[in-house]
């Protein structure tokens, strides 16, 4: 099985997680906030109805095979889908997730996980399929923290891009209905036959880049195994939804290796370090915890 990495902007695949006190064996169908459609925080549910809402990048993670950030998705393909919560005061987790077209229809299938297939499920409701969690799935891995995995199988003959929205919910843990927050997130992945970003002369290889410490608070070493180039490479830091949040500064830049200087005005959170050296580009993902 290939492995796919949501966290956030693959295919344009919508996702949504949310996790319902209320409502441990799953969340409702259609409450990932895709278009279309609402979040446990409505009072329609009935599950998390004073639950803020807010931006998922520094707290949802998604990835596809291991990748932050993949490049595209290929018809009939295969992949391992990563989905994380990170969020200190959440006591459990849970989530929410489809895949939408451009058309907002949906896309591919979703498959369950090969191992520990208790910790989520797959619902359907008005043409539209989702992963979940379980009552199973629910407990943190580790303190202030959760992640699922499952897989997701590529349409055959529909060249969108595919839109994962999902929704996470930490939850408080008092067995009610108020208190919760949801975070809401969407990665977006393009069909790799409308990319014209696959180039022969072009190296993009996600985990090439060896970074320590990781996580990092202010300075990374950086060793650059492939590169054999007098041009110094150039560093920024992007988020799990491909945006580039900034640039990085060199402190050296000896042979393949590089000391950088992080910006301190990143936020705690998962994102990508990415480096540019010409027709080679490399990524590798980096935890910034200050």
């Known amino acids: 099985m290939k492995k796919i990495v949501f966290l956030s902007s693959l295919f344009f695949v919508a996702v949504t997680v949310a ?3 209320a409502k441990s064996s799953g969340a409702h169908p259609g409450s990932t906030g895709a278009p279309g459609e609402k ?3 409505d009072a329609i549910t009935g599950c998390h109805e004073d639950a803020t809402i807010s ?7 998604i990835s596809i095979n291991d990748n932050l ?6 018809n009939d393909s295969v992949y391992t889908i990563n989905l994380r919560i990170q969020e200190s005061t959440g006591k459990r987790f849970g989530f929410e997730i489809v895949a939408l077209d451009d058309k907002n229809l949906n896309i591919g299938k979703f498959l369950p996980p090969v191992i520990n297939n208790k910790r ?3 619902i359907s409701n008005a043409g539209r ?5 379980t009552s199973a799935g629910i407990s943190p891995t580790t303190t202030g923290e959760n992640e699922w995995t499952f897989g997701w199988q590529a349409p055959h003959d529909n060249q969108s891009a595919v839109h994962f929205y999902y929704i996470t919910n930490a939850c408080n843990g008092d067995a009610k209905n108020t208190g919760d927050k949801l975070y809401k997130s969407v990665l977006n992945v393009p069909n790799k036959l409308n990319t014209n970003n696959v180039d022969d002369n072009t190296t993009n290889v996600e985990g090439s880049l060896h970074v320590f410490p990781n996580p990092a608070s202010n300075i990374i070493n950086v060793t650059i195994p492939v590169l054999n180039s007098v041009n110094i490479p150039l560093f920024s830091i992007v988020d799990v939804q491909g945006n580039t949040i900034s640039t990085v500064e060199i402190i050296s830049y000896v042979g393949n290796s590089a000391i950088l200087s992080l910006p301190n005005q990143i936020p705690n959170g998962t994102y990508i ?3 540019n050296n010409n027709s080679i580009t490399l990524h590798q993902k980096l935890v910034i915890s200050h």
């Not at 931006?55 to 993670?61: E, L």
């Not at 950030?69 to 290929?74: A, V």
């Open 273 to 275: 370090l990415r480096m």
């Open 69 to 74: 950030q993949p490049e595209y998705y290929q």
């Open 19 to 21: 996790y319902l006190g």
């Open 55 to 61: 931006n998922g990048t520094n707290v949802n993670s």
């Open 39 to 41: 979040t446990c925080a």
């Open 120 to 122: 989520t499920q797959i």
């Open 129 to 133: 399929s989702y992963v979940t969690h």
